[in-house]
């Protein structure tokens, strides 16, 4: 009996769960097709409800042994529809209602079938994508060529080539897992595209500290570089000095990110090493954001989404995973923290890649953690002396945040290796 009341249960909550999703996505369009004339409508709430309740049902149906009943029930839902929204489509040229009922015939299906919660999820995103239309709308006007490109040679890099390596261990030593050093790379691109994106909605309008965050989610030394070129000039207009301190500040949260996809067993010893200077940054970039005036400033460096730097970056990243492999057996533990160190004062991504792709007897956390905060000390050093050359004594504010945070991060790293 308690068997047979499972049964019932699971299949009343596959069933339920294709109403509700016919109830949101149906709120969604009866609201925006409110202001339509009585008997114009093809479909509102309570069609759509019972869309999706014949989609649960067929799928339930299908899932039961009874295939073609299920795909009967779901072909003449089909057809309705088709006959009902071709003259709208004629007439309107908006086939919007027409698709989101047909999403929800195929949502009702896959929550009868089994996926009740993916079906949920589904519906929830599909009444998310419906009700921002105005705002989607807006946002694909401002594209340009440019961001059309950008976003294709993003979905190159992110679809187009994962799904087809393989994910296992080859090349020298086995240093080379062909998927996860793809991985890394839409990973470390997925910043700068994200970036990108935001800085052509936002960065305009807000100026250079907007700039700042953004840009320093995937290169505070260039956004250093620019600001810091800047301030040195005439068109300093005062802001830059804590866009400067903002950026870094960025880069403390952005190399924790990494460090937790894809290092995550040196996590907790990281952040021990990494938290005083990221408060101290974050610290001194909100005092001279409070300093600075509410000015627009320079766009952060241009659309990084650029496959021949991206595949040089892989193969950076290969080149060190080989090398960090024969280190590991030449040296031990004390030569791949000395690599480490060393290849991220190149780059500080890379060093988080190959000290991810170490096996766990390589290296200790504690150790690999001062390592890669080592890394990050030289690169503060490197931002400390570009923004010196470039704004001099103007300069003086942002290279007095920089070298707090640097002082900080360098007592840190300093306890940690006594405490080895």
Request: proline residues 4%; without cysteine; positive net charge.
């Amino acid at each position: 009996m308690t068997a047979e009341l499972g049964g019932w249960t699971d299949e009343a909550l596959r069933v339920a769960a294709a109403l509700a999703a016919g109830v949101l996505i149906g709120i969604e369009r009866g609201w925006r097709l409110r202001t339509r004339r009585a008997g114009t409508r093809v479909a509102g709430v309570r069609t759509f409800t019972m869309l999706g309740l014949a989609g649960g049902m067929a799928g339930l149906l299908g899932a039961k042994g009874q295939p073609i009943v299920g795909a009967s029930i779901a072909i003449g839902a089909v057809a309705i529809l088709v006959l009902a929204y071709s003259k709208s489509l004629k007439e309107r040229h908006d086939a919007t209602s027409a698709v989101a009922a047909l999403v929800t015939l195929a949502i009702g299906f896959l929550a009868g079938s089994g996926s009740a919660g993916l079906a949920i999820a589904a519906a929830a995103v599909t009444v998310l994508v419906l009700a921002l239309r105005a705002e989607l709308h807006g946002f694909v006007s401002k594209l340009d060529e440019r961001d059309v490109k950008a976003l294709a040679r993003f979905g190159v890099i992110a679809l187009g080539v994962l799904p087809f390596l393989p994910d296992q261990p080859m090349g020298p030593y086995g240093a080379w897992n062909p998927a996860k050093l793809w991985w890394v790379v839409v990973l470390v691109t997925g910043f700068s595209f994200a970036g990108y994106v935001a800085n052509r909605m936002f960065g305009a309008r807000h100026g250079t500290i907007a700039t700042a965050l953004i840009g320093g989610a995937y290169s505070s030394t260039a956004v250093t570089q620019s600001l810091a070129q800047r301030l040195g000039s005439k068109d300093a207009a005062g802001a830059e000095p804590a866009g400067i301190a903002l950026a870094s500040a960025v880069m403390y949260l952005r190399v924790i990110v990494l460090v937790a996809v894809l290092a995550t067993r040196i996590l907790v010893p990281f952040i021990i090493v990494i938290l005083p200077p990221l408060l101290v940054a974050w610290a001194a970039g909100w005092w001279l954001y409070r300093k600075a005036p509410k000015v627009e400033g320079p766009s952060p460096p241009g659309n990084p989404i650029a496959l021949l730097p991206a595949l040089g970056f892989l193969l950076f990243v290969a080149l060190a995973a080989v090398a960090a492999r024969w280190a590991e057996g030449r040296f031990g533990e004390q030569g791949i923290a000395l690599l480490l160190l060393i290849m991220g004062s190149m780059d500080v991504d890379a060093a988080i890649v190959t000290a991810g792709g170490l096996p766990v007897s390589a290296i200790t956390p504690d150790l690999a953690a001062l390592a890669l905060g080592g890394t990050i000390l030289a690169n503060m050093a490197v931002k400390l002396g570009v923004t010196l050359a470039y704004a001099r004594k103007a300069g003086t504010a942002a290279a007095l945040a920089l070298g707090a945070s640097m002082v900080t991060l360098a007592g840190s790293l300093l306890i940690g290796w006594l405490t080895l």
